[in-house]
């Protein structure tokens, strides 16, 4: 007892420092999670506790040093609650893109997004914390001798531990996200891009090729390709739709998959490090206009691929895949123009969110059509049947998606053709395995599919045949840097014209 009594001080500062942690921070990245069964909620509840041990473990032996300690940590406390007060009100996602848009965005763009809530919020916290460390100003807080200490090494070591077994199940919530979003920010790309050196041409004039990046979308689930559920009913009546069952591609991430697509790189490249060529650096030695629309947050792998666009807009930049209110990717038509008075060649990339989990948040509720659908985001709590209904659903979204583009489309003037291609595939219950990032043939099939207007068929006849006779062959994700540049007839440019869908 008179143990306790000597320990009670330090107990009683740590206990009430992670009171107002999960008050002011961490409770943020748990309040927009669903209500759905209690077996969801009580992983939500373990899972909000691991992380505030695991934070525990990293606050105490910083406190080791208290005179630093006392001085530092209020600064950082005050400086995540700044954050914390966006994901409390708009669920938005601190990653990558949040660090980018705060380092790099006009003052005045800045100042008019700070409101008298954010500055209460602020103000409540800044007084808080202060006023805590105040009423412990001459108290001991930590000591190596304590039982504390032994409990925070066990503390530190379970970060770790979680994050080996789960990837990112600490990295993406407060407070840790601020850290590891802008390690991300200062991160080098993996691929060094080359320039293209060549006198670059095309004699082709008015086409417009138009390339959509899917998300986790598996080609085995589109009816298209023969899925017993009528998944794609829009796409199925449209004329001069080709899909492809059989591509492959060994990367399971975006992070890794989208890169590949959009450059030389092959699949067979397995270095980390590497050099490669942009698509759009070939096209714009060839005068096509180059433009990104994407509704992805960037990504270090593969940002300086998206900045070799001539014109480049991210939608949506400060919500991730991760935020319930990320939009939906038929706002990416809103910033979508067929431009019939454009003179040049173009290609246009549009990047979706997709299919990518959680599968309710990709959707607006006219498109719940198989149910039941999932309630949680705790995949241990959900039935396989809920899991496969809610992503059936987001490829009815695929559908009508690619179904308005090529609407659209249709009232070109120009040669106009639309090449879908999903970064990757999903795994769905195979072997026990869900989402993707990890090894199964269910995330290496992704869905891909041409569609091409009658005036780029009239104007390419044999390229259209040899199309049609490839249909049912197995190829890899290389396919796109090469067939893109087939159908732009880019010359003086080394490509492998064997590998095009077109050839």
Known sequence: MEKLKFWLPEIKFHLGLHILIAVFITIASYVHFPFGSLKGNLVY?????????????????????????????????????????????????????????????????????????????????????????KRFKNNRISSVKSPLFILSIIGVLSFFVVENYKFDAFKNRLPYNVYFAGVKYLKKPKITLKEVKENVFTKEEDLHIVLVVGESVRADHLSLNGYYRNTTPLLSK???????????????????SVPQILTDKSVD?????????????????????????????????????????????????????????????????????????????????????????????RITPEFQHFKPIITSKYIGSLTKEELINSYDNTILYLDNFLNQLIL????????????????????????????????????????????????????????????????????????????????????????????????
Do not use: C
């Open 238 to 256: 449209v004329k001069n739709v080709i899909s492809f069952k059989k591509v492959y591609t060994p990367f399971t991430f975006t992070a890794q």
């Open 269 to 361: 490249d397995q270095q980390k490090q590497q050099v490669a060529t942009s698509i759009y650096t070939v096209l714009n030695k060839a005068s096509f206009k180059t433009e990104w629309i994407g509704n992805q947050s960037i990504e270090s792998s593969y940002k300086d691929v998206i900045y070799s666009n001539k014109t480049n807009l991210i939608i949506d930049k400060l919500h991730s895949f991760q935020s319930f209110k990320k939009e939906k990717d038929l706002a990416l038509l809103d910033y979508f123009s067929v431009d019939n008075a454009l003179a040049n060649n173009r290609i246009t990339t549009l990047h979706m969110i997709g299919s990518h989990w959680y599968y309710n948040s």
């Open 408 to 503: 659209n489309l249709k009232k070109s003037s120009k040669k106009t053709i639309l090449i879908y291609l999903s970064d990757h595939g999903e795994t769905l219950g195979e072997d026990g395995r869900w989402l993707h990032a990890q090894e199964h043939k269910a995330t290496k099939n992704p869905a891909m599919l041409v569609w091409f207007s009658n005036h780029f068929q009239k104007n390419y006849p044999l390229k259209i045949q040899k199309l049609k006779l490839k249909r049912q062959d197995s190829i890899t994700t290389d396919f796109l840097f090469h067939s893109v540049l087939d159908i732009g007839n880019v010359e003086n440019y080394k490509y492998l014209k064997a590998q095009s869908i077109f050839n």
């Open 45 to 133: 509840v373990a899972h909000f506790l691991l992380l505030h041990f695991s934070l525990f473990g990293f606050i105490y032996v910083f406190s080791l040093f208290q005179k630093l300690f006392k001085i530092v940590f209020p600064i950082l406390f005050i400086l995540v609650s700044s954050f914390s007060f966006w994901v409390y009100t708009q669920d938005l996602t601190i990653a990558e893109g949040m660090i980018q848009a705060i380092v790099e965005t006009n003052t005045d763009i800045a100042i008019d997004v700070i409101s008298y809530q954010f500055v209460l919020f602020l103000l409540f916290s800044t007084v808080s914390i202060l006023v805590f460390f």
